[in-house]
Every structure is written in structure tokens, then in C-alpha cells.
């Protein structure tokens, strides 16, 4: 078990509903990373945060999706008025620039089926 | 931005025979290639990594090569089993800033 532990594991919800998600990171690991992965697809990269600060948000990122890391521990992920294209695996990630260097370790993921 | 090519997208071979999934990436800055293996459902899980400072590395029946000048690297698996069957991922990052996957690979073994 890598550790990185995400929830709820599964969410449906109707359009133009609101869904969070919450991801807990490996204890100590600085660098948290959000994914969202489609079926047959790779994960693409939405953002990504060192401590509290958000770094880097993908264009993929619209307004309707708001990620936060407010105690620079746990981070949630919230898509508001979610869409059918919002239907996805969401993906938490997180890495230490320590011990490990650079090796990325993910959640089992968060899936979201918007009906 | 990072752009990584991975190929093939199925690869079906029988047990016992290598598997070799290739990728390429854009950005000559990246540093840091691992390969992640996902099983349906699952997590995807870091089978093995390279950085840009060697040029091959082997962990028992798997094994990574990394030629920066022509931007690629590959995966190598030997000796396959049924088990190894599954979607592979590669994927390129900078100082693991954020990592860019390719499309991945289906690999079936058949026993």
C-alpha cells in the first residue's frame, strides 16, 4: 500500500451538482498532484501543489474545477455544476524531494459518474 | 509543453517472450521517465524509473533504457508471465514539476 488514500472511492451524481473529493497524502510528502484519467486514456496532469501553494494549473483546469491545500496536509478537489464529460477516475498523486527524490506514488483514485 | 509518444498500443505476445514498449518525449529539459502499470480499476503502480544521468537500469525481468540525444526510452520486459498482463504507462517529467503520460500500451500475455 502506497499510502496516498483518496474518498469517497465512487460518486455518481446527477448534472449541475456539485462533488468533492478529498486526498490525503503520504505523510511528509511536500508535492501533492491531481489527475483525472478516462477510460482507455492516460492520466492528465490538472495541478499540482508544494506545501499550500498551488503551483501549476493545467488548462484542462476550467473555472468550474477549484483544488485546495489549505494546511498544506490534505487537499480536496471540487468540480462545481458538473457535466457528463466531468465522468472520470480522479487521481491524487504525492512525492518528497526527500528520501525518494522524485518517485510519484498515486491514490486508488476517486470515479465520478455524472448522470 | 512536454509531449510524450508511446507505441504500441496493444501488444500481445505468448508467455516466456519479451515485451518491448517504446516512447518519446519533446522536451529535452525532462529528467525524470518512470513506468507505471495500471490493472483495470486500479492505481496506477511505478514499476520502475530512470533518470537522465544513466542510460539503462534493471530490476530482475524489467528493465529501462534511456537515449537522451534521440529523445526515447523504453521499457523491456523479459520472461513474461500471465500476471503481466495489464495497461503500462510511460511518462516524462522536469524535476517532477508534473509528469506527462503517453497513451499507454495493453499488453496481453497468452499462456
Known amino acids: ?115 | 509543453g512536454e509531449n510524450v509518444e508511446q507505441h504500441p498500443s496493444t501488444l500481445s505476445v505468448q508467455e516466456g517472450d519479451s515485451a518491448v514498449i517504446k516512447c518519446t518525449y519533446s522536451d529535452s529539459a525532462s529528467n525524470y521517465f518512470p513506468w507505471y502499470k495500471q490493472e483495470l480499476g486500479k492505481r496506477p503502480q511505478l514499476i520502475i524509473d530512470i533518470r537522465s544521468n544513466v542510460g539503462e537500469k534493471k530490476d530482475q525481468r524489467i528493465a529501462v533504457t534511456l537515449n537522451k540525444t534521440a529523445k526515447h526510452f523504453s521499457l523491456h520486459i523479459t520472461e513474461t508471465q500471465p500476471e503481466d498482463s495489464a495497461v503500462y504507462f510511460c511518462a516524462a517529467s522536469k524535476n517532477t514539476d508534473k509528469l506527462i503520460f503517453g497513451t499507454g500500451t495493453r499488453l496481453q500475455v497468452f499462456p
Not at chain 1, 488514500?5 to 451524481?13: A, D, E, M
Not at chain 1, 489527475?35 to 492528465?44: I, M, S
Not at chain 1, 478537489?77 to 466531468?86: K, P, S, W
Not at chain 1, 504525492?94 to 527524490?101: A, C, Q
Request: with cysteine.
Open chain 1, 1 to 115: 500500500d502506497t499510502g496516498v488514500s483518496q474518498n469517497p472511492r465512487h460518486k455518481i451524481t446527477k448534472r449541475g451538482q456539485n462533488v468533492t473529493f478529498r486526498c490525503d497524502p503520504i505523510s511528509e510528502h511536500n508535492r501533492l498532484y491531481w489527475y483525472r484519467q478516462t477510460l482507455g486514456q492516460g492520466p492528465e496532469f490538472l495541478t499540482y501543489f508544494q506545501n499550500e501553494a498551488q503551483l501549476e494549473k493545467s488548462r484542462l483546469l476550467s473555472d468550474r474545477f477549484s483544488a485546495e491545500r489549505p494546511k498544506g496536509s490534505f487537499s480536496t478537489l471540487e468540480i462545481q455544476r458538473t457535466e457528463q464529460g466531468d465522468s472520470a477516475m480522479y487521481l491524487c498523486a504525492s512525492s518528497s524531494r526527500g528520501g525518494d527524490g522524485n518517485t510519484i506514488y498515486f491514490g486508488e483514485g476517486s470515479w465520478l459518474t455524472v448522470v
